[in-house]
C-alpha cells in the first residue's frame, strides 16, 4: 500500500497555527469573507479566502468550536498575514481574533469518504516548541501527502493569487457556495458556476521512477522550489501551473499538484523531458 493511501486511513497531525477567532458577531463577520456558507454543513471543514477577481489568497481547515467560536488552521508563512486582514475588517463588529498556539490539529478520513478535523489542546506551547513543531519537514511531507491523496490544494506564498476556486476542484467538495452572498471574488466564481465552462483542474501528478535522464534529487530539489511556476508540456501544445511543492514518499516516487486544462502526460522541466502520471 503506498504511503498516500496509509496516510488516508489514519491520523495525520498538521503542522499549522491557529487562530481563534470568536464573538457575538463571529458566524457572520467570517461569512462575509470565506467562499463556504458557513449555515450549511460540509463534507469538509475547509474553506478560502479570495481576492475580488476570485482569486485564492488564503486556505485553512475551519473548526465551530461553538456558537460563533472558529479555530482557523493556515499556513505558518501566511497566518500573521491572514490575522492582518481579518482585523482589517472587523470595524464594529463584535469579534476578536487572536493566536492559539495551545492548539493542534489532527485530521482524518472516514470509511464513508468524508474528512474530519479536530484541534486537540497541547501543554507545551513555548515559543521554542511550537516553532519546531511548525518547521517539522516529516510533519509537512505527511501533510502535503495527505492533502494530495485527498485532492486538496492548499495556499502558500508561492501560489497566492493564483488560482480561482473552481481550477482547484473545490466546488466538488462542497465548499464552494454561489448563492449564500456577497463575498470576495464571488461575483467571478458564480459566473464561471452559471454561465462559463471551467477549463482547469487541479491534479495529483506523480514522477515514476523510469526515464530519469538526470539525478532524482536534483529534480526533486527544481520541483521543491518551483510552486506557483509554468512549466510546458513536451508537445508544446499548453503549460501547467505547479500547485505545490514536491514531495518524496516512503516508495521514493515523487508526488506534486498541478493545475492544467488536461492531464499532464510529458513535462519539459529543467530542460528534460520527464513523462509523468496524473489523476484527479
Known sequence: MSETNQSSGTNVTAPLPAIHLHGADATDFLNRLVISDLSQPTSVPFSGICNPKGRLLYTFWLLRQGDNDFLLFADPRLTDELKQFLSLRV????????????????????????????????????????????????????YWLWLMHHHLPWIVPQNQGLFIPQHLDLQHHGIVSVDKGCYPGQEIIARLHFLGKNKKHLYHVRFPDTNFSQDKSRLLQVLSNSTGRDWPLCDHTGMVIQASPAVLDKQDTIHCQMVASQPPTCLDIDQQKIEVSAQR
Open 91 to 142: 470595524f464594529r463588529s463584535q469579534v476578536r481574533i487572536d493566536t492559539a498556539p495551545e492548539w493542534r490539529l489532527q485530521l482524518q478520513s472516514q470509511t464513508n469518504g468524508s474528512l474530519s478535523a479536530h484541534a486537540k489542546p497541547v501543554i507545551e506551547t513555548d515559543a521554542t516548541n511550537t516553532e519546531s513543531f511548525l518547521s517539522d519537514p516529516q510533519l509537512w511531507r505527511q
